[in-house]
């Protein structure tokens, strides 16, 4: 399972995003959806040949998992850095 | 659920053959029945609807047999035993779901109470006209049990053979009686539950992790699972591997269907039931199963008493057929006589087996009546002239 | 949250990626799913989910539960079956419509009448994905499908009043935009007691928009958020999904009616008295 993880660990940061990227099928909805608009399509792409979407400005997401509920093909989530209460 | 003596009405009656299909059904632990009312199979349901709900089982009138073929298949995933009933437009609707459970290894019992064909024919006149239906009606290859009982006594005793069979294969398995034979009454004897051999469920004990439910470990046969016991099994009516997930290739069709088929094919000998008599050195031997073979009694009884060495063998069994047992018959007499009410069925299994051994003989009708002992005994004669 | 949905012991991780399209909503619809049984805490060997055929009849290949992938529109028929007789646990149908309200169309209402207690996901994309793109009971007017090449001139369910009508006790419509929504009325249709029905109106990008010229998934995801409409608890009167209308949204129905079993089992008792055994199947 090949994970790409961006802003994980980093506790300037309010959240990160995990994606399996074999699973990945370039649907975009996660982008589309994003709440604050942090994630972007990419050109890199997986071994089928789908566009993999990319944590673009690591600073703006703050793991609310949208991306996670949006996504068909159990590829990407989000996850906050710290609990929610004190975001 | 209430089982054993509490159920059973031990005893002598006097009843039809369709009540003592339902007695039958009862005995041997049967608690939950999906079906749709069609003549001349209703009684059953209907007996089976007083009945169940005073000994914790079910049973569910459906909107067609569409549903009532599948609807108990889903009672039997969670650890029960059911079945469905009906005749011959019904058989028909249900032909989707014999396939289904042929596919699923899914331990059914489908009873069919045959009437004349085709289409909807002549609701309460008898027929045997669905035996080759029975075999292969629902489309692709498969392996199925058919069994055709001859007397009330025989519906009550037969149906439990199809629960064990159907619990011992995880096959369909279908009991087919006609309107005749269901009509009829006659002395039933139900015996005590401790003289009544019914084979349980058997529900694999195996971790999860080491269960597949469809990885056969010991004959031909997987062991069972149900719903909630943890297994989290999958199950599918496509090709499938040995843990119930689609595989569409060709090895996985060629292994999973020729085990299918070979799981009730290659056990004939243990499945297959048939009665003879002064068959050894006959000169003819008429071969006839459920109500038929009552008149091909007549009809041998008659002409032994006037000297002509006739046999008769009755099936019981009608699928898997059993090929060497009636070839072992052809050796034995000069002619064979197949009496059945159909156009010629099963005689065309007798023939295939016989390989042209002794002649073959047909005796039959288009369905309706019982055929006259009559006919047999002017057969006999025409074929021994 | 103990486990991300991603790899949720509820998924068979070993089958995926799955095999529906980019951009189909029958995978953004089983990740509502997924959540909302997590949500519920039904334990997962009490969950079982039966599947018809088509695309989204694959749901059931896909979740690790006790799973039945049976034939096409008689789901609900094996459900009733296996509902009944294990009555500690939820049984969801999950299936698409072609199957549900085509060749299922007779059980559907049926199961519905009844009342029998299950809940039934029905994810409507408006036409027969797994044959190539067949018009449906559900595809809008004068919209394509391989057997309407003139486009359809058929009149279509409203499924949401169809099930009001037969007496289904919770009935709800999202879409696959709608995923916070769609997660709290899953978890409240697992909750029902009585036949729940849910549908989830869902892009599919490769044989129903590619043929009427709809763009890419993303546009209907943009048509359901902008001409949806929410409406809570008011029933389904004017809900259908006409042309240019507003797209009505939202849980419909929500009542207590006493369900098959508890049906049966009250006429039982007042008729037979101590003589009458309910039927358990097996706990």
């Known amino acids: ?87 | 659920m209430l089982r054993g003596e509490t159920v059973l009405r031990s005893g002598k009656h006097f009843m039809d053959g369709n009540e003592a299909c339902a007695e039958g059904a009862i005995a041997a632990g049967c608690r939950f029945v999906s079906g749709y009312p069609i003549t001349p199979s209703t009684e059953i349901v209907e007996h089976l609807s007083r009945r169940f709900p005073e000994i914790g089982g079910m049973f569910l009138q459906m909107e067609d047999e569409l549903s009532a073929s599948i609807c108990f298949q889903g009672a039997v995933w969670a650890g029960v035993k059911g079945m469905t009933v009906t005749s011959g437009p019904g058989f028909s609707l249900m032909m989707e779901h014999i396939g289904f459970a042929a596919m699923t290894e899914t331990p059914s019992v489908f009873v069919n109470v045959q009437r004349a064909g085709p289409s909807t024919g002549l609701p309460t006149a008898p027929a045997q006209q669905d035996v080759m239906q029975a075999r292969w009606g629902s489309h692709g290859d498969y392996g199925i049990i058919a069994l055709s009982p001859a007397s009330p006594q025989e519906c009550h005793d037969l149906i439990i053979t199809c629960f064990n069979y159907a619990e011992t294969y995880r096959c369909p398995v279908l009991f087919m009686m006609d309107e005749t034979v269901g009509h009829m009454h006659g002395k039933v004897t139900i015996p005590s539950m401790e003289d009544i051999h019914v084979v349980e469920r058997r529900i694999s004990t195996r971790s999860p992790s080491d269960y597949a439910p469809f990885r056969v470990v010991e004959g031909d046969v997987p062991e069972m699972t149900r719903a909630g016991a943890g297994h989290r099994i999958h199950m599918t009516g496509l090709t499938h591997d040995e843990r119930g997930y689609p595989d569409m290739t060709t090895a996985a069709q060629e292994s999973l269907v020729r085990r299918l088929c070979g799981k009730v094919n290659n056990h004939v000998k243990e499945i297959s039931m048939m009665e003879s008599r002064h068959v050894e050195g006959s000169d003819v031997v008429v071969i006839s199963y459920g109500i038929s073979a009552q008149i091909a009694g007549h009809a041998v009884d008659a002409v032994r008493a006037a000297g002509i060495r006739a046999g008769q063998v009755r099936l019981i069994s009608l699928w898997p057929f059993d090929d060497e047992a009636i070839r072992n018959i052809a050796r034995s007499t000069r002619h064979i006589i197949v009496l059945e009410m159909n156009l010629g069925q099963m005689v065309r299994e007798v023939e295939r087996a016989v390989r042209g051994i002794v002649p073959v003989h047909a005796v039959g009708n288009a369905g309706g009546r019982v055929i006259a002992p009559d006919c047999v005994v002017e057969k006999i004669r025409e074929v021994l002239r | 949250m103990n486990q991300p949905v991603l790899l949720s012991p509820l998924l068979r991780q070993e089958r995926m990626p799955h095999i529906w399209c980019p951009g189909c909503g029958v995978g953004v619809s089983l990740n509502c799913f997924v959540r909302a049984v997590e949500k519920s805490g039904i334990p997962q060997d009490r969950i079982h989910v039966v599947s018809g055929i088509g695309c989204t009849g694959r749901v059931a290949g896909y979740v690790n539960v006790d799973s039945f992938h049976t034939t096409h529109g008689r789901a609900l028929c094996f459900a009733t079956g296996l509902a009944l007789s294990r009555p500690d646990s939820r049984v969801v149908v999950y299936s698409g419509d072609g199957d549900l309200t085509a060749i299922g169309g007779n059980h559907l209402i049926h199961t519905a009448r009844r009342n029998v207690d299950m809940v039934v996901i029905c994810v409507n994309n408006f036409t027969y994905g797994m044959t190539g793109g067949q018009v449906t009971p559900t595809t809008p007017e004068n919209m394509k499908a391989s057997t309407t090449p003139y486009g359809n001139f058929e009149y279509t369910f409203n499924l949401p009043a169809l099930m009001e009508a037969c007496g289904a006790t919770f009935v709800s419509r999202w879409t696959v935009f709608h995923v916070r929504q769609l997660i709290r009325s899953l978890e409240k249709a697992l909750k029902h007691r009585g036949f729940s029905f849910i549908e989830v109106l869902s892009p599919c990008p490769t044989l129903y928009m590619r043929r009427n010229r709809l763009g890419n998934p993303l546009n209907m995801m943009e048509q359901f958020k902008e001409r949806s409409v929410i409406r809570n608890g008011e029933g389904t009167a004017g809900t259908s999904l006409e042309e240019g209308a507003d797209l009505i949204v939202g849980d419909f129905i929500e009542v207590r009616r006493a369900t098959f079993k508890e049906c049966y089992e009250r006429r039982m008792t007042e008729v037979l008295g101590e003589r009458f055994v309910p039927y358990e199947g097996v706990r």
């Open chain 1, 1 to 87: 399972m090949a994970d790409h993880t961006a802003g994980g660990g980093s506790s300037r940061l309010r959240g990160y995003v995990v994606i399996i990227e074999e699973r990945c099928k370039g649907c975009a909805f996660c982008q589309a959806f994003c709440p604050t608009g942090a994630l972007e399509m990419s050109d890199r792409m997986n071994r089928a040949g789908y566009h993999l979407p990319v944590l673009r400005f690591p600073e703006k997401c703050n793991g609310c998992d949208l991306c996670g509920m949006y996504c068909p093909d159990f590829a990407i989530r989000g996850v906050r850095n710290r609990p929610r209460e004190d975001v």
